[in-house]
């Protein structure tokens, strides 16, 4: 004992004289200081006699320290180095970094050099890492995990200090989508004991709120911005009835807030782009169909396309997101521009229809006796416009027209009866004056009006009864009240259903023209007159004309001009500002939150 407090007395006052002379650094000198410096320390003098020394005798590494004592008091820190991946289709991230893991094992201190040990931290081979106790830690949410090299370190006082470098993938079942691409998520990396409650092993974040760190200047992924770090300590009780005991779980959470610049201008505004194309179609003339039908199914297709690019990106889910929803509202659009062309096209098919119509009423009042029974014949079976239409009885017997339950016959030798008519050959094919106006042949009527024949023309001397029953028909497509005369709304009304859409200007025009007073009906003659004359009193084309007046092709296109491009900027605005109620309003379906 005398001789270890002499030794020491001697390295305290010696050694500084030495080492004040100051001699240049790996003298001889310096070495001998040194050498005595180790000569005066007690105890083991390298890292593996000091941890041989520790970790045998009474020592067991299966034991943790203070063993009928409180909790082992666990600290763990992720130093992170980058986020190698968020992936919202697997609802996973990748971590790179260090776990470190602190501890105390008071069986494990010694003598620092200060006080006169050799050491003053003992660094543990990897070979000989298994002769510590450590605490049996997992990661509850990982989804591979990849090792590295490790390191541990024993300070003095023997609190332990283990880093282990790590490549892991981790769950995020935590992630919601419906706000992409504006959302934020928060994932975990979720760590504890396995084997061991916490009235043994307390595990909890370094200096309570450190479980994480990162470096200086590290923003996150490509596409993911690292917003937020923190550490949450979690105590549950798990087990049943008299084995309930409780457990600590350590939640490092990592806040991500999704770039959403690469969705604006490759979904957001390509939508919105194509949207507008799709608008620009009702500009174009209806009659060039090719064009119409291309500005209209090529967006279609390119939001297909779109929406078909999103959902590769996504699990599947049960909701929709925010940028589904609008890609999603682009293509109603879209395909609402296809099926107003079919409405538009049918229009301008009922149009032209009405205007053949119109060229057979025309002929009406200069068709002969014998082509008005022949065509009669062949049309009294359809209605007109969907109405119905008879003729007397009288006349039907007299004329050799079927009645209702008469059949027509084959040749036109009823026809031929009809006083002053000319037999005329039976065309090949029957031409209805009814319904299908439109199909009568321009060519039959034209026919019929230069023959020679010398029969009397309708409204005439000689009018048959026959020819009266034909010109009451087309009279009555004129009345909708069912009065003797024909209104000025009427005649505009009944006109429209014959192809001529004419302003209440232009029909009272018509009707000047035809001597009829300020306010007057149509009569009977009136619309004799009308009919053999209407290419002289047709009124000359307005400059302008009123919604109202326009045909009905017309009308539907001026109408979606402008409520589908302001539909669709309110619907956009609108769905722009439900970003942050979108997630409440949103069924989550279980998904637990935050």
Known sequence: ????????????????????????????????????????????????????????????????????????????????????????????????????????????????????????????????????????????????????????????????????????????????????????????????????????????????????????????????????????????????????????????????????????????????????????????????????????????????????????KLPTIPYTTWLNGYIFICLFFCTLTVFEFGLVSYCLHVEQRNAQRLTVLKSLSFLKVARAGSLLKKSMSRPLFGLKQSLPESVQADEGIPGPKQSLPVSVQAVDAIPGAVSEPEPAQPVPLGKSLSRAGSQDLSQAEQSDDAAAYMGGTGVSELQQAMLQSAFDLFKWDKSGSVSLKEARRSMRNFGEFFTFGQVESMFQKLEIEDGGQMTRTHFITFLRSYDSIIPHKVFTKGFFDMPWSYQVDYAMRYSYIISFFFVSIVWLGMIDWYEDSVDRLGQCSA
């Not at 602190?102 to 200060?114: E, G, I, P």
């Not at 470098?165 to 919601?176: A, G, L, Q, S, V």
């Not at 917003?227 to 600590?248: A, F, R, Y």
């Open 1 to 312: 004992m005398l001789a270890v407090v002499t030794t020491r007395l001697l390295v305290v006052i010696v050694l500084p004289c030495v080492l004040d002379a100051s001699p240049p650094v790996g003298t001889e000198m310096e070495l001998t200081a040194r050498g005595l410096a180790a000569a005066a320390c007690t105890g083991p003098q390298s890292a593996s006699e000091l941890l041989r020394d520790l970790t045998t005798g009474k020592y067991d590494s299966k034991s943790r320290p203070n063993l009928m004592g409180p909790a082992t008091q666990v600290e763990v820190q992720v130093s992170l180095t980058s986020i190698t991946q968020v992936d919202d289709k697997s609802f996973s991230f990748g971590v790179s970094g260090y776990f470190r893991t602190m501890w105390t094992d008071a069986r494990l201190a010694f003598y620092s050099k200060a006080e006169g040990g050799c050491l003053d931290e003992l660094k543990v081979p990897v070979s000989q890492e298994g002769r510590l106790w450590q605490p049996d830690l997992y990661f509850e949410n990982a989804l591979s995990q990849s090792w590295g090299s490790s390191s541990v370190q024993v300070l003095p006082s023997g609190y332990i200090v283990k880093s282990q470098r790590f490549d892991h993938k981790f769950e995020c079942n935590d992630m919601f989508l419906g706000k992409m691409p504006f959302d934020r998520q928060i994932c975990r990396i979720i760590t504890g004991s396995f084997s061991e409650s916490a009235d043994e092993v307390y595990v909890k974040p370094y200096k309570g709120s450190q479980g994480v760190l990162r470096p200086d200047c590290y923003s996150g992924t490509v596409d993911w911005k690292l917003e937020h770090l923190s550490s949450v300590l979690d105590t549950s009780q798990k087990g049943t009835g008299e084995n309930m005991q409780p457990w600590t779980m350590v939640h490092l959470e990592f806040t991500f807030k999704r770039l959403y610049m690469y969705y604006i201008r490759g979904y957001v505004l390509v939508a919105w782009l194509f949207t507008m194309a799709s608008w620009s179609g009702f500009f174009i003339d209806p009659m060039a169909a090719p064009a119409r039908v291309a500005i209209g199914s090529i967006p279609l297709l390119t939001m297909i396309t779109l929406s078909n690019g999103v959902y590769e």
